[in-house]
């Protein structure tokens, strides 16, 4: 017998037949919208006991059905306990009985289009495989066991508060339409106390002040969905992410980030930095200017025929490769696990110490955690040629910035365009400011989620459902 088994859903009814075959029980979706044999759907329960018994068999097409459902199905609206009755039909075969048992439910989904992919899950431990005659309903009722929702996600649907940061514009509309009441809320603020029982967090530039009153607060929070690619500020924040699911906004800021990762490329390559220092001195930069030679070996001059590295292929890298390969640039990536992704051969972090001497632009897109603090360390460093750039548009632990920072110092590196740091703001002593052929940029490639509301809206619709989250952490 397996572990569970799921009650599925077709159209906007959940539908499924349990049937006895001997000591197995199997459960098959069945089209109940259109009329079945022997199933049972329920358009909407809260905590109702349900006791009853239906057939299976090819010759019973009645079933047992409650009064005034469609044949082979019950169905109970909101609050109200089905009655089962027997229908006229004698070619239903004992071994073909299906005990229903008794179901409390947190949530079943109303009938609605916006909540056609809701299911939930029942152990099978709960079944037994009785045989009673066709003539002693009330045997099988005796037989029957409590069935219980295994899925803790789902519950009071029409009860179910989403709370939403102001910190950005959303389109609220287009989350509209779920069986949940939206709220928006202040990121800087301490969630209203009307709003502590909420179910889900969106979150996007919060204080930590705030996210740490909401992990000591929100005791009935089952979902933070973060619109950061990295939700470390959650993960900081205390939050029990054994109860409460945690998602990120990966994907939200590929065409931002990667359009400011190119931009940190060109400026590097064709020294837009270095122009703006000698017009703050209103002085002209001849040696940026006129005649220049093309693409001279051991220099990153241009794009063409450079040879870029990214670290930390993921979707970001995805969605920039494909502007470095028009520009002529011959990219390779590394990631966790080697491969080819979309034409791109990516290697494992074991070959960075042959990848690294043979690259002229070396692209980190690292998320922060343990495994990736200092990731690029002097080591590391020391195997790039020394008229190679960084660009870090990841996470700034990423980086060893003393081990960067001296390296530029001594001449052994072309230079560096750092979007993130260790600590941010940049602390005005840091002597990354002051540090030659580094560019500083203050966080700036993110900060603009593009298809929020498109994320926020399928993973609340999976959230009711019971269904696995997109970016799931």
């Avoid at 029957?144 to 609220?172: H, I």
């Avoid at 450079?306 to 990536?333: D, E, S």
């Avoid at 298809?451 to 619709?461: F, M, Q, S, V, Y």
């Amino acid at each position: 017998m397996p572990a569970a088994v799921d009650l599925k859903e077709r159209g906007n009814i959940f539908n499924g037949l349990l049937s006895a075959n001997g000591s197995a029980w199997r459960m098959v979706g069945l089209p109940m919208m259109s009329g079945g044999r022997g199933g049972w759907a329920v358009d909407a329960v809260a905590s109702v006991g349900v006791h009853g018994w239906t057939a299976g068999g090819s010759n019973c097409r009645r079933g047992f059905s409650p009064r005034g459902a469609r044949d082979g199905a019950l169905r109970l609206q909101l609050g109200v306990k089905g009655r089962l009755r027997r229908a006229a039909n004698g070619d239903c075969r004992t071994s073909q009985l299906a005990v229903v048992g008794v179901a409390t439910v947190d949530l079943i989904s109303l009938s609605t289009p916006q909540l056609q992919t809701q299911f939930f899950r029942i152990s099978s431990s709960s079944f037994q495989s009785p045989s009673f005659s066709t003539t002693r309903p009330s045997s099988m009722l005796r037989a029957a066991r409590t069935l219980t929702t295994t899925n803790n996600v789902a519950r009071a649907a029409a009860n179910m508060k989403l709370l939403y940061p102001t910190s950005l514009k959303l389109n609220v509309q287009s989350i509209e339409g779920f069986s949940a009441s939206l709220h928006a809320y202040d990121v800087k603020k301490p969630i209203p106390d009307d709003l502590i029982d909420a179910d889900v967090l969106v979150t996007w530039s919060n204080s930590a002040d705030n996210l740490k009153d909401a992990a000591a607060r929100m005791t009935k929070l089952r979902w933070i969905q973060s619109l950061a690619a990295g939700p470390n500020d959650v993960l900081n924040a205390g939050f029990d992410t054994s109860k409460v699911k945690v998602t990120t906004g990966s994907g939200l800021h590929n065409f931002t980030v990667a359009e400011h990762a190119l931009g940190l490329l060109l400026n590097a390559a064709r020294r837009f930095y270095e122009m703006r220092d000698y017009q703050l001195q209103s002085k002209w930069p001849g040696h940026l200017g006129g005649s220049q030679p093309d693409r001279p070996k051991g220099s990153f001059t241009s794009l063409r025929d450079a040879r870029v590295l990214i670290w930390g292929y993921g979707n970001i890298a995805k969605t920039l490769t494909p502007h470095l390969v028009g520009l002529g640039a011959t990219v390779r990536g590394v990631a966790r696990r080697a491969g080819v992704r979309d034409g791109i051969e990516v290697f494992d972090e074991s070959s960075l110490p042959k990848l690294l001497p043979e690259t002229d632009a070396l692209v980190m897109i690292l998320p922060g955690s343990e495994s990736t603090r200092h990731a690029l360390n002097q080591e590391r460093i020391n195997l790039l040629p020394n008229h190679a750039w960084i660009v870090n548009v990841g996470r700034g632990t990423s980086v060893d910035e003393d081990a960067l920072a001296n390296a530029l110092e001594k001449g052994d590196l072309g230079g560096a365009a750092l979007d993130v740091f260790e600590t941010e703001p940049l602390p005005e002593s840091s002597r990354l400011w002051k540090t030659p052929n580094l560019v500083v940029s203050p966080h700036a490639a993110g900060g603009r989620p593009q298809g929020a509301e498109a994320l926020i809206a399928d993973n609340l619709r999976r959230f009711i459902a019971g269904q696995d989250l997109q970016n799931s952490i």
